[in-house]
């Protein structure tokens, strides 16, 4: 112990990073974001390399402070929901408990972290070898990034996600999977009134197609399907020609997902609607990030680490996915939720506690100080 987080100049950094505009697909605002941390990682003496998977999403942050293995993997994303000029409407704010702002929570407080944590680690001298990613493409699914993620969970021997706590203060160590299934289903537009046999329905289709998927859904297995967006049909009086959907879908189980798989191609073979074509193309996003062999050890870790900073939390799992979900499913143990902790990410009211900010960082801390001695 010894290192305490200095709150004020933590808000200063934070405002400074809150007040840049960084949704995913603005390289520029991105940009600006990952020059502060390679600076002020360059300040400590820390290795930065730029990884670049896309001129469209702005550069990632490699930041190492020795060599593989790493004793951990600090997890984090630079990028956020709001479009350019969300600063402008409603910039940092804060009042006695909570600050507030555009990615406040979700994360540039966790960011900022890694950073702090950095610092006191290289101050105190302290052992051990990390690799910090930070990500720009987080919130579009990390689609570009997965490849570079993995490869550096392989490298780490353990893997710790700096995304928020929840609103009531607990860290998870399980998130489902998600994917998105994108149906286009094409038919043939006649008028409805004076030859509607000559028509054939995207419409009436895609209904057939909703009520199967939906009928996956399996609540005690953790299985959800939602036709979120469905479109389609030109008038009331002509037969749609064509017609849209997009599946969101989560799973608890990963052989959930060929059940889901196999259903695609059994509608797909066998419509409703003689002489449709469907095209449906189903990702898997992000696999399910499950506690594996080793996990529960890195659980009694931070659970020792935030007995001595005086926190106090329990475990939960989340149907959102973070970039722990690829090294969860690589089987490196995996922690989320160690960051600040807030709540309201994606809206307008999202906020982080400054009075926990103190007794989450060093329970950070005291977790980084502890993994390099333990056996994973
Ligand atoms: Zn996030």
Redesign the pocket.
């Known amino acids: 112990m010894g290192i305490t987080l200095n709150v004020e100049q933590f808000l200063k950094d934070l405002e400074y990073l809150v007040n840049i505009d960084s949704q995913s697909k603005d390289p520029e605002g991105v940009a600006k974001v990952a020059a502060f941390f390679e600076k002020a990682f360059g300040d400590i003496g820390w290795t930065v390399e730029r990884v670049e998977f896309d001129p469209t999403a702005g550069p990632s942050l490699k930041i190492t402070n020795g060599e593989p293995p790493y004793d951990a993997l600090l997890l984090g ?1 630079m990028d956020t929901v709001f479009p350019k000029g969300t600063v402008a409407e409603r910039p940092f704010s804060r009042d006695e408990k909570r600050a507030y702002g555009p990615g406040v929570n ?2 540039k407080s ?1 960011l900022l972290f890694g950073l702090y944590a950095a610092r006191a680690l290289t101050a105190k001298g302290s052992k051990g070898s990390f690799c910090i990613a930070y990500n720009s493409e ?2 579009i699914g990390s689609r570009r990034a997965r490849p570079w993620i993995e490869q550096l969970a392989q490298e780490s021997r353990t893997s710790v996600v700096l ?2 706590a929840r609103p009531n203060g607990n860290l998870m160590n399980a998130r489902k999977g998600l994917g998105r299934i994108e149906v286009t289903f094409n038919g043939r537009a006649a008028h409805a009134g004076v030859e509607p046999e000559k028509g054939i329905s995207a419409v009436n289709e895609m209904a057939y197609w909703i009520v199967a998927l939906h009928g996956l859904t399996d609540f005690e297995k953790g299985t959800t399907l939602n036709a979120g967006i469905v479109a389609g049909g030109t008038g009331a009086n002509v037969v749609p020609e064509k017609a849209t959907m997009t599946v969101d879908v989560r799973v608890k189980i990963p052989n959930e997902v060929e059940r889901i798989a196999e259903k695609i191609l059994q509608l797909k073979a066998h419509p409703a609607t003689p002489g449709i074509s469907v095209d449906a193309d189903f990702i898997l996003t992000r696999p399910p990030m499950n506690p594996g062999e080793k996990t529960p050890k890195l659980c009694a870790l931070v659970e020792e680490a935030g007995k001595e900073a005086g926190v106090e939390f329990g475990w939960q799992s989340t149907g959102g996915g ?1 970039d722990g979900n690829f090294t969860a499913a690589l089987g490196v143990p995996t922690v989320d939720g160690l960051g600040a902790m807030g709540g309201g ?1 994606h809206s307008i009211g999202e906020y982080i506690e400054i009075d926990a900010l103190p007794s989450r960082f060093a329970m950070l801390l005291g977790l980084l100080e502890r993994i390099p001695g333990t056996m994973f």
Do not use: L
Request: no cysteine.
């Open positions: 994303h979700d994360m966790g987080e919130e995304e928020p973070s990410s």
